[in-house]
């Protein structure tokens, strides 16, 4: 990887965030093109500002979406293979972010269960954090083919 622009992140620069786990290169360089192709290859849904996919459980607007592609399923299992949550994803939300976009802080819809896994890929991106009753802010720089887990 490439870091002259950006730093590799440690153990040590994963902020105190409660069940944050950071996983970095959980997807290999070389099997990150062929995922890329794959997701880039199904159809892309643009009501947003930005493009998106939707799989599996509704997102919180209550409406079908398709079950998840093949890739998505190897990807799950593979999650839930190595313990990142403890049952398999049955919803997956592919959104794609150009540079100098990105989305407002929110919660994640309680239905959706006590574990979000979120997989970058191509590029970095900074993903910030706000403790709602205090105000605390963190922020961790998310590396190309990390994966980062939020629980509870």
Request: aromatic letters at 10%; one cysteine or more; proline letters at 11%.
């Amino acid at each position: 990887m490439n870091t002259l622009f950006y730093p590799t992140v440690t153990a040590a620069n994963v902020p105190p965030v409660p069940g944050l786990r950071y996983l970095p290169g959980y997807v290999s360089e070389a099997d990150e093109p062929a995922l890329v192709g794959a997701i880039d290859g199904m159809p892309w849904n643009t009501e947003w500002r930005r493009r998106r996919q939707a799989y599996g459980a509704g997102s919180g607007s209550g409406g079908e979406s398709p079950p998840l592609p093949d890739w998505g399923r190897r990807l799950t299992a593979r999650m839930f293979g190595d313990g990142v949550t403890d049952r398999p994803f049955d919803q997956m939300l592919v959104n794609e972010y150009a540079p100098g976009h990105g989305i407002s802080s929110h919660r994640d819809y309680a239905p959706f269960g006590r574990t979000v896994v979120s997989l970058s890929l191509l590029s970095p991106c900074v993903m910030d954090f706000r403790h709602p009753s205090t105000g605390r802010k963190e922020s961790l720089l998310l590396e190309p083919r990390s994966l980062l887990v939020l629980s509870d």
